[in-house]
């Protein structure tokens, strides 16, 4: 029995589980099998189907990356993945990136490889650049929704649609939150956060969903919000803020979402840069740039430079 069984769906697919692993045990070729998904942490329901990923031998003959199966009447997702596309994979995913969670917070039913044991166990393991790479993710994926709700309360006062745009802030805050306390990060990361900030995700997300939305608290939850990153900013941006510092000079909006997207794998770090510019961390400036290849004008593109990196006006 793979997992303790407490309900009577639970069960079915617990079973059907189990009997389909039996089968897949005598595949010579392959190696491990790695439940992921509702079923290896937590509760399924009578529409859930099983993720599944099987670890095969490295054979190029082998050009199947997915196959859908199904085992006494469960759906189940198996992906097929090399011994080495899985190292390639493990070694290659950021730390509390999709990826990772998804593995990580699955159950090694078994192998018959011991690499592949230790290198499931590696990803318990989180580095602390994995950590701040995600929290930068998490802070500049949040910015662009917290923007729009401001600007639709004040130009529209429209409480839904304000308490709407907040809702969608609600999950890259969560995950600052999970991933601050250096756990990992599930799908369902909104309870994961609920636990570790009550009153945080009381105001900014179950209050707007089971109270009349009325200017109070609408603007309760974006000065929360507000409070929250802001006081968290020198720590959820530190890669933008240390890059500025090193290089001791304004940087155009392209470079340096060049950097960060080469460097980290993290776009549209633009916006970060003019909310920590707001805060008074960073400071404006403009470079000279040509539209086009064959543009003969030359305009200012937006920069930023850091207070401490010994600014020289470009």
Not at 233 to 254: K, N, Q
């Amino acid at each position: 029995m793979l997992l303790m069984a407490t309900t009577p769906i639970q069960q079915k697919f617990t079973e059907a589980i189990d009997a389909l692993i039996e089968q897949v045990r005598e595949d010579p070729s392959i190696l491990a099998a790695i439940l992921c998904g509702s079923l290896s942490y937590d509760k399924v329901w009578a529409k859930s189907d099983v993720d599944l990923v099987l670890v095969t031998i490295d054979d190029r003959k082998f050009d199947t990356e997915g196959i859908s199966l199904y085992a006494d009447g469960v759906n189940v997702h198996a992906l097929l993945l090399s011994r080495t596309e899985l190292r390639r994979t493990v070694e290659g995913s950021l730390g509390n990136s999709f990826m990772h969670s998804f593995l990580a917070k699955g159950r090694l039913l078994y192998t018959h490889d011991q690499t592949i044991a230790d290198l499931f166990g590696r990803l318990q393991n989180i580095g602390e650049r994995d950590t701040q790479v995600q929290l930068l993710q998490a802070a500049t994926g949040a910015l662009p929704a917290i923007y729009k709700a401001h600007k639709f309360l004040l130009t529209r006062g429209d409480l839904d649609y304000t308490a709407l745009w907040i809702l969608y802030a609600a999950t890259p805050l969560a995950k600052i939150e999970v991933v601050s306390a250096r756990l990992l990060a599930d799908r369902e990361v909104i309870p994961q956060a609920m636990k570790l900030n009550p009153a945080l995700f009381k105001t900014i997300y179950s209050d707007l969903l089971n109270s009349k939305k009325t200017k109070k608290n609408v603007q309760a939850a974006l000065a929360k919000i507000d409070a929250y990153l802001a006081e968290r900013a020198p720590e959820l941006f530190a890669p933008i803020l240390d890059h500025l510092r090193e290089v001791g000079e304004a940087r155009s909006c392209t470079e340096i979402e060049d950097h960060f997207k080469r460097n980290f794998g993290v776009e549209h770090v633009t916006t970060a840069c003019e909310y920590l510019a707001d805060l008074g961390l960073l400071g404006k400036a403009s470079t000279t740039v040509r539209l086009t290849k064959k543009s003969n004008v030359s305009v200012q593109e937006l920069a930023f430079f850091s207070f401490g990196g010994g600014f020289n006006e470009v």
